[in-house]
């Protein structure tokens, strides 16, 4: 378990006047939420389950796509209610229609914003509804908590309470609003990460295509994976550092932004998480003299130092949360990656072995190179760019770079964000 002293850090950020047995069980949940993110000795299902002891609920949802598109609820094994939610009831939920009128941008303004049932729709209303007559009444949704999460999507998340039980009121707004900003960092989290790999050591990190930065509230930097160290010392980034060198490294030098403003917000969302918030978003642009308005070279997303982001071994064990310090990671947004063979099959009926040509020349490969590589003859792979050309409806290689410069902007909205249900989608598979 973390020392007294740390323990005290990351509760700065909860609910100061909660009660010390609330306070411990908000800590434990704010560690399962990384923990579940990341897949390191715990389940979203278990965070659903300290969730409900938490809340006093029966139900918890959270509907969102699994790898294989297949839409579920994430907090809780899946159980015949949800087969029958998924197949029928999701089109007649009235608080789920409420949460598809509200926009992304419309929920970062809502960011932390809780409600209880009877303030999305009139209890009576709901009482009288289909809805509840033929299914919620019989799957505990008496009573709902709840609040929108934005990952490329809008996500509604509820706790439910069935009739025996007494209605959530306003504590329990207040217990909710202070995890719900964590929440929408796990997912995030699991958007950005997990779909590289399961088991982030320190090596699987350094193949990552992002850089991942460990930093106490000082700035100073405990880690940096093999992509941030080659981003910490591009001159064209908008971020540095007084070293360069891949690994853990405790005082080596201090993370900054280059333009003053950007430093000072980067400062303030890092201090946020190494007191226990959530930590934020922003992009950071590539000189100092940058106005606003210029196309911005990296996106950075703040959030509290989680225990598979570094090898220090002096981090705590037992918790998913490193209290005291926060990880930035940092991508390049005008440096697509390239679209994976799969897409490329999918979208526009590849062969693999053209695929995999295509990829190789739009990463900057010479069709000699290709040849070479693949022991095949220069002939062969004329033959196949050709036909990459006619079955993209590209006019010419140029024209191409842009077609795969689209697709790689896909991979990184859909399959590098959450997959999240939508009515759409759930209709579909019933």
């Not at 405990?222 to 540095?240: C, P």
């Not at 959030?303 to 998913?320: D, V």
């Amino acid at each position: 378990m973390p020392s007294p002293e740390l323990v005290t850090i990351a509760l700065n950020g909860l609910h100061s006047r909660s009660p010390p047995l609330l306070r411990n069980e908000l800590l434990e949940v704010v560690d399962l939420v990384y923990a579940a993110a990341l897949d390191e000795g715990a389940s979203w299902q278990d965070l659903g389950d300290k969730l409900m002891t938490l809340m006093g609920a029966q139900r918890a949802t959270l509907w969102l796509a699994d790898e294989a598109g297949t839409p579920g609820n994430l907090l809780m094994r899946r159980d015949s209610y949800d087969d029958e939610y998924a197949s029928r009831y999701v089109l007649l939920d009235p608080y789920r229609a409420s949460a598809r009128e509200v926009s992304v941008e419309e929920t970062v303004r809502r960011r932390g914003d809780v409600r209880l049932g009877h303030e999305i729709i009139p209890d009576a209303s709901y009482v009288r509804s289909e809805f509840y007559g033929d299914f919620g009444r019989k799957s505990s949704r008496r009573y709902l908590i709840g609040g929108l999460i934005n990952v490329s999507k809008v996500i509604p998340l509820g706790l439910h309470r069935d009739a025996a039980a007494r209605p959530f009121g306003e504590e329990d707004k207040r217990t909710l609003s202070q995890l719900l900003p964590h929440l929408q960092r796990g997912l995030q989290m699991r958007a950005r990460l997990t779909p590289t790999t399961s088991s982030l050591g320190a090596g699987a990190l350094d193949a990552l295509p992002i850089g991942v930065t460990v930093v106490d509230r000082e700035m100073r930097i405990l880690y940096s994976n093999a992509e941030a160290t080659t981003l910490l010392s591009d001159s064209e980034s908008g971020l540095s550092s007084s070293w360069g060198r891949a690994g853990s490294v405790t005082g080596a030098g201090r993370l900054f932004a280059r333009h003053p403003d950007e430093d000072a917000r980067l400062r303030r969302l890092v201090g946020a998480a190494c007191r226990g918030g959530a930590g934020g978003g922003m992009q950071i642009h590539a000189r100092p003299d940058a106005l606003p308005g210029d196309t911005a070279m990296l996106s950075a997303l703040v959030c509290p130092a989680l225990r598979h982001l570094s090898s220090s071994t002096r981090l705590i064990t037992g918790t998913s949360v490193v209290h005291g310090a926060a990880s930035v990671l940092t991508r390049y947004l005008l440096r697509p990656s390239l679209p994976p063979v799969g897409l490329l099959i999918d979208l526009f009926g590849l062969t693999r072995a053209e695929a995999e040509v295509a990829v190789a020349l739009a990463g900057g490969v010479t069709a000699e190179d290709v040849a070479r590589t693949r022991r095949v003859s220069l002939d062969t792979v004329r033959t196949q760019v050709r036909a990459i050309l006619r079955k993209t409806g590209a006019a010419g290689l140029r024209d191409f770079e842009r077609i795969i410069a689209l697709s790689s902007t896909m991979h990184a909205s859909e399959s590098m964000c959450a997959q999240l249900s939508d009515n759409d989608s759930l209709r579909a598979r019933s």
